[in-house]
Structure formats: C-alpha cells, structure tokens
C-alpha cells in the first residue's frame, strides 16, 4: 500500500476508497474490533458520565464506608461513604481529556518539528537531534515531577510537559519517515519549482508521513495515560475531591483485604481504556500497512 | 574502532551535559525559586532571606551552575533542605537497594524474555504465540501500580506468601530485604519481559527468513542448532538497543513500584523529595537516574560495536 503522493490526479476519491479499504482490513482482525468497541464505549461513558451517575459523585456518607456491591451501590463504596459506581464513571473524564489535548500537542509540535528537520537535514538536524537524544535520557516520570514540584499541578501545565515531552518521541519517528520521502522526485520536484519550505513540508511531506503520525498518536496516547494515570496515582495529577481512577486506586489500595471491590473497579475501568487504545492502534498501524511491533515503545 | 568508541563516549558526555542543563535550566526557567517551592506559604521575610542566603541564591545563575557542576564532578551532590544532609549520604543505601531490586529483575527478567520471544517467533501464529504475545500486550499496558496492587492482593493477602510492603530501614543488611524485595522483583521483571520479548520475537522472525537460515537447513543443521547459535545471535543485535532503552522506561517505572511497596529505593527517596519540595534532593536523583539510562545506552552501543562488525565499517 503506498502513501498518496500530492501529485495524483483525483486525490479524493483515491482517499476515500483508501481509508474504506484500511476499515476493510481493520474488521479482519477481532482483537482490533473488539479493542475498537471497547475504546468507544470508554468515550461514551466518559461524555454522558455526569448525566448517567446514579449518586452525588463526591458526597460523603459516613454511614455506608466500604460497603459491599449491591443492587443500591451497584460497585459498593469506597473508605469516604461515596459511590463507586458513579465514581468509576466519572474516573475516566479528567485522564481522558487532559491526555487527549496532550497528544494533540505532541502530534503537532513533534510531527513538524520531526519533518523539517528531516527536510532540511544538514549539521541543525545532526545538533538538534543529539539534543532530542538528549532529552529521551531523562526518564519522563522525572521530568514531570520535577516540573509539577515547581509549578503545581493544574490541568494546563499537565498537558503542556505531556505534550512538550512526549512530542520529542515523536520527532524521533516522523524524522525517520521523512527522510524516506526527502530524495523522492515529488519534492525535488517542488523546490524546484521554488515552493517555498513552509508549502513542502505541509503540502508534500506532510500527507505521505502521515500515516505514521496517526499510528505515532494512538501510542502516544495510550502512554500518556499510562503517565497520567501514575501521576494521579502518586498524588501529582487530578486534585481530589474529582474522581480519577488512579488517585482511587491510591486512596482505598491499603483497604484491599477487606474491601478488594473498591480497588477492581477502577483498575478494572483503567485497564480496559489503556488496552483498548492498544489494540485498536495495532490493528490500525496493520490495517494501514506498518508493522507497529518493529516500533521501540 | 578507536575513533567510533571515542565518539560514542564523547556522545554519553554530551547527553550527560544536556540533561544538567535542562535539570538546572527548568528550575531556573520557571516561577519561583528552591527556597519558595521549599517554604511554600512561609516564603516571606528573614526565612526566605535565609534560606536564600544559605544556598548562595543571590549569585547569579551562570555561576551557581558552575558550582553545582563542579560539585557533581567532584562527586558531590549538594546538601537536602529538609533533611539538612548531604545527599551523597542520603542517595548511598537506597542506590544500594535500587540496584539489587533491578539486577534482580534483568536477571530474572532478560533470560526469560529471550526464551520466550524465541518460542513466540518460532510459532507465529499459532497458540504459544498468541498466549505470549497476547499476555505480553497487557503485561505491557497495563500501569504498573495496578500490577503490583494485583500482586499483593493476591500473594501478600491471600496466600500470605510474601509480605505486601517493606517494613525494614533504607540501610538495613541485604539479607533482610530478601522477602520484601521479591514481589517488586516480580512486577518490574513481568513489565521488562513484555517489552524486551517483543522485540526479540520480531527480530528473530526476520533474521529466521533469512538465506543463511535457509542454507543452515538445506545443509541439514540440527534444529536448534540453527535457532541459538545461527539465528538467535544475529536477532540479539538489535535487541540489545532496545533493551537498553527499556531501562529509561524502567527507571520511571521503578519509582511508581517502589512506592507501591513502599520499598526503601530510589524512588521511594525521590517521591518524598518532591512531596517536601526539596528540590536539591530531587535534581540530584534525576541527574543520577539519568546517568545510569546514559550508562546503560554506551554499554548497549559498545557491546554492539563489539558484536557487529558492520557497524565497524559503516562510518
């Protein structure tokens, strides 16, 4: 399957023919669909969450702490009296929305970053590169800690280091993929031509990486919230009292041996979410023609 | 040779150059300085003063980071705000502690993996395939605190085999960390495996396509002959890149599970630095996290140098 080159000459119908046939080969593999509608479900729950909770997710009944699942509490309650159903929910929203902003981020930064310095190569691209190599040592928890120590933890800042720092990764990848395209005759074409850089890297490298940023988006995601999820998890990500399921599991995980349900479910919902993301971007990265399992993390 | 290895050195120098920079730079760079995030809401008057003074704040930055550096160079790492101690005493044990905990685990960990990505690619497509890269997958995605929750729920609570945190001090002798060090062991080993195997199964199914395998069997080499010592050296050379870039995600990894068991590391050490905002401590264990990913990257690429002599030629 080759990426369309900008010089076709019916470029809309070639794409939508294209995009069918990648659905086509999505819907061979039931890992992928299953992940598909997992994934779906995940985003659904999220938006509708606030109107389908049951209970208050944030009023505290010391009456009922920890109590067992029943047909009131559908996933019991957690150490505070509050409902873990509703909580669970609602657990997703904050992760979901700060992650998928984050990963915008990253895509566009990292992705134009990644093909201009592939086009334009040269000793900027070698210097700059050491330095994206650089900046890969640093174990991301690190960097975000650090950071979130000195500025707080308020959404914004979360997906701004998210994306700044997961935007580096994708450099890295979409680089790689333009320096595939830079010799092709379309693009000697186009400079001499005398298009201008700013018209080759978006009009003519831009489409034929693109596959590889929409597959470099699904992981990057699905990573992202793994990283979120252990920041909320350590207590540097959602400020309580807004339910998320990793400061859930932090908060009532010392209450495993008697309230095992209170740490299932979030877990459960978290898991799920990261999975599916997972196959649904293996199973698109195949449909589309790229081997994901090649890719280091 | 000698050239590409001076180079490769000079590279791992650079990294290490950068990384201080930015670990300086962002605190530099952003609002506020060590001693406010320090004091938090008692950031006024002489305490403020004091601490600034103290920690020669009213130098100028360029000059401070050159103090810093020398100090780094020499071994030094700085004192701790709140612990009011030298960090190199402070970073001693739990380094200690760290380094046995992720030793442990590649030992277990790498071994496995290699055999198991090997199994996986030899039966592509077929059952042991699925179940190993499928189990790989969630071992894989799955966070690590719900790993290691999972875990404890399970052999600490209900088989009651392995306590479920370390209850024993950061400078306690080995041996009483035996116990408390074999569930964290586990988690960090399981999310090691799932990567490291994965990279091995589509290596050596690549390297298991190739004509000299062919020739092996047309010339009526014994099997496994043919898969650990035709095949399995050549797929090991890109691995071991990847398994190298594995440990930057363990070393982030092994702060979350470290803190999951409460296990006196590192990590536990960082998390605590930044809960007290004591941002000396937690430049100084950032610099050496990132040191051991740049050592573990030259290794990587050294050993590779050794084992591929086309990469000797190439440049």
């Given at each position: 399957m080759t990426a369309i080159t900008a010089n076709t000459t019916l470029p809309e119908v070639q794409k939508q023919s294209r995009w069918k046939q990648v659905w086509k080969n999505m819907r061979r593999s039931p890992a992928g669909m299953i992940g598909l509608f997992v994934l779906c479900a995940h985003l659904i729950i999220a938006v509708l969450a606030p109107y389908i909770a049951p209970h208050d997710w944030t009023l505290q009944n010391g009456y009922i702490m920890l109590q067992a699942p029943s047909t009131e509490y559908w996933f019991g309650t957690d150490n505070m009296g509050r409902d873990l159903f509703s909580r669970t929910l609602m657990g997703g929203r904050e992760a979901i929305m700060v992650t998928l902003l984050g990963t915008l981020l990253a895509i566009v930064w990292g992705g134009l970053a990644g093909i201009t310095l592939g086009f334009v190569g040269g000793k900027v691209d070698e210097w700059?590169?050491?330095?994206?190599?650089?900046?890969?040592?640093?174990?991301?928890?690190l960097f975000l800690l650090l950071i979130i120590a000195l500025t707080g933890q308020q959404s914004w800042t979360l997906i701004l280091t998210l994306g700044f720092f997961y935007g580096i990764a994708v450099i890295r990848v979409v680089r790689g993929a333009t320096l595939e395209y830079v010799p092709r005759d379309f693009v000697v074409a186009a400079k001499t031509r005398g298009e201008s850089r700013l018209t080759i890297v978006v009009k003519e490298l831009l489409p034929n990486v693109l596959d590889a940023l929409l597959v470099e988006a699904a992981m990057r995601w699905a990573w992202m919230l793994l990283a979120f999820?252990?920041?909320?998890?350590?207590?540097f990500g959602v400020v309580p009292p807004t339910p998320d399921w990793g400061l859930m599991i932090a908060d009532t995980r010392g209450m495993i041996s008697i309230a095992p349900w209170a740490v299932m479910f979030p877990a459960l919902a978290l898991s799920?979410?990261?999975?599916?993301i997972n196959l649904t971007a293996d199973s698109f990265a195949k449909a589309i023609g790229l081997d994901r399992a090649k890719a280091p993390v | 040779m000698f050239k590409l290895i001076l180079q490769r050195l000079g590279l791992a120098v650079f990294t290490l150059f950068t990384v201080c920079v930015l670990v300086f730079g962002v605190t530099e760079a952003l609002p506020g300085d060590v001693c406010t995030a320090y004091l938090g809401r008692d950031a006024q008057g002489t305490r403020l003063e004091n601490c600034r003074q103290a920690r020669n704040l009213d130098q100028p930055a360029l000059q401070r980071f050159a103090d810093w550096g020398k100090g780094v160079l020499q071994g030094d790492l700085g004192t701790s705000l709140k612990r009011d101690k030298p960090i190199n005493d402070l970073v001693a044990t739990r380094m200690r502690n760290t380094a046995v905990l992720g030793l442990g685990a590649a030992l277990i960990g790498i071994p496995l993996a290699i055999f198991l990505g090997v199994l996986a690619a030899l039966r592509r497509d077929r059952t042991p395939d699925m179940v190993i890269s499928g189990s790989s997958i969630f071992a894989m995605t799955i966070p690590e605190f719900v790993t290691a929750t999972v875990l404890i729920y399970v052999f600490a609570i209900q088989l009651q085999w392995f306590p479920a945190v370390t209850t024993v001090r950061h400078n306690a002798p080995l041996e009483q960390l035996i116990p408390n060090i074999i569930l964290p062991m586990i988690t960090l080993a399981l999310v090691m495996m799932a990567h490291i195997l994965r990279?091995?199964?589509s290596a050596m199914i690549d390297v298991m396509a190739g004509d000299f395998v062919q020739m092996a069997r047309l010339k009526g080499v014994p099997y496994w002959r043919i898969v650990f010592l035709h095949a399995l050296p050549s797929a090991m050379l890109p691995a071991i890149n990847i398994i190298a870039l594995t440990i930057a995600w363990l070393l982030g990894g092994v702060v979350i599970i470290e803190q999951v068991f409460n296990y006196p590391g590192i990590g536990t050490l960082m998390i605590r630095a930044i809960y007290d905002r004591d941002?000396?401590?937690?430049?100084?264990?950032?610099?050496?996290?990132?040191a051991v990913y740049v050592a573990c990257n030259l290794l990587a690429d050294l050993s590779s140098l050794a084992l591929n002599p086309r990469l000797r030629s190439a440049r």
């Open positions: 700059l590169m050491r330095i994206v190599d650089a900046l890969l040592a640093i174990p991301w928890l999820s252990s920041l909320s998890f350590l207590g799920t979410l990261i999975i599916s | 990279m091995i199964r941002l000396p401590l937690v430049q100084a264990i950032a610099l050496i996290l990132a």
